[in-house]
Every structure is written in structure tokens, then in C-alpha cells.
């Protein structure tokens, strides 16, 4: 085989074979909801398969899934936004019952690097509560971002219109 056409096929399948991995999964308290965080590195457009769930006293109870049923119960007292790199729960109502380990399952369509698996275990009593300026920063466009914050430039004299 030419050397160059193997060096092509080598190259082509570890790309590929590195499409997806789970970057960090982190979790804190948003009022009274927990908001977990699974970020993900993606080198791919395909199609995210997600599944969340807790493991709690030897069983797994799946929260928010595009992979597996959910519990009817949790599913109703979560929500999930998906954005570029992160898929975030928010379960609402969050107790002492609710705590235990929670998994962020992630698997891309055509990946050949199978599901990737975090967990995470979570104790009511030991969550931060979460940063408002990484959730201002999350939600907002930096356009808006940058027009709210003219002001305080403008107080500084930092920018002069």
C-alpha cells in the first residue's frame, strides 16, 4: 500500500475516533433547583444522544433522555437545554430525597468512540450555589452582553459615545 495513502487512512480514523469526549460534569444549586453541567467536547455536526439519570440506593432512576424512558415523576420536574457544548438538567424542586450520583450519558451519532459516561455525586448540603455571570454568560449573546455593559464603560471612561 502507498505510504501516503496509509498515512491518510491513519489519520482519517483517529479523527474520527476522537469526535466526542465528556469535558467536565459539574453541579450547584440555582434557587431551589439543581443544575447539573455536562460539557462536552464536539468535533462533529451529528445528532446528540443524551441521557441523564441518578443512581440512588442500587437503582437507576433516568431523569431526561433522548435514549432511554425517563420516570415519569423526575421527568416532569426537569428540564434540559442543549447547546453547542453542554447539556444541561435542571431538576426543579430539589430535596434531600433527590441527592445521590448523578450520570450524564452522551453518545453521537456515527462516533465510534461509544458512550461517554461522567457521574457525579450530589449532597444538598454541599452544593455552591451557581455564578450568575457564567449563567449571564451562557444565555446571553455577547452582543446584549456588550450593549449592558456600555454603561459602566462609559462611567470609566472607558468608551465615549
Same mark, same amino acid.
Given at each position: 500500500?502507498?505510504?501516503?495513502?496509509?498515512?491518510?487512512?491513519?489519520?482519517?480514523?483517529?479523527?474520527?475516533?476522537?469526535?466526542?469526549?465528556?469535558?467536565?460534569?459539574?453541579?450547584?444549586?440555582?434557587?431551589?433547583?439543581?443544575?447539573?453541567?455536562?460539557?462536552?467536547?464536539?468535533?462533529?455536526?451529528?445528532?446528540? #444522544?443524551?441521557?441523564?439519570?441518578?443512581?440512588?440506593?442500587?437503582?437507576?432512576?433516568?431523569?431526561?433522555?433522548?435514549? #432511554?424512558?425517563?420516570?415519569?415523576?423526575?421527568?416532569?420536574?426537569?428540564?434540559?437545554?442543549?447547546?453547542?457544548?453542554?447539556?444541561?438538567?435542571? $431538576?426543579?424542586?430539589?430535596?434531600?430525597?433527590?441527592?445521590?450520583?448523578?450520570?450524564?450519558?452522551?453518545?453521537?451519532? #456515527?462516533?465510534?468512540?461509544?458512550?461517554?459516561?461522567? #457521574?457525579?455525586?450530589?449532597?444538598?448540603?454541599? $452544593?455552591?450555589?451557581?455564578?450568575?455571570?457564567?449563567?449571564?454568560?451562557?444565555?446571553?449573546?455577547?452582543?446584549?452582553? $456588550?450593549?449592558?455593559?456600555?454603561?459602566?464603560?462609559?462611567?470609566?471612561?472607558?468608551?465615549?459615545?
Amino acid at each position: 500500500m502507498n505510504p501516503t495513502i496509509s498515512i491518510a487512512v491513519i489519520l482519517t480514523v483517529l479523527q474520527v475516533t476522537h469526535c466526542q469526549r465528556i469535558k467536565e460534569l459539574s453541579a450547584c444549586l440555582l434557587g431551589q433547583n439543581l443544575r447539573v453541567d455536562c460539557r462536552y467536547e464536539n468535533k462533529t455536526s451529528n445528532f446528540l #444522544n443524551y441521557d441523564f439519570s441518578m443512581f440512588k440506593e442500587n437503582r437507576k432512576r433516568v431523569i431526561q433522555s433522548n435514549l #432511554n424512558v425517563a420516570e415519569t415523576g423526575l421527568k416532569l420536574r426537569s428540564n434540559i437545554t442543549l447547546s453547542k457544548d453542554m447539556v444541561c438538567l435542571q $431538576l426543579f424542586d430539589f430535596t434531600t430525597a433527590d441527592e445521590g450520583i448523578y450520570i450524564c450519558e452522551l453518545k453521537i451519532t #456515527n462516533d465510534y468512540t461509544g458512550n461517554q459516561i461522567r #457521574n457525579i455525586t450530589v449532597i444538598k448540603d454541599k $452544593l455552591e450555589k451557581c455564578a450568575g455571570i457564567s449563567l449571564l454568560i451562557q444565555n446571553t449573546s455577547w452582543v446584549l452582553l $456588550l450593549l449592558l455593559s456600555l454603561p459602566l464603560l462609559q462611567a470609566v471612561d472607558f468608551v465615549s459615545l
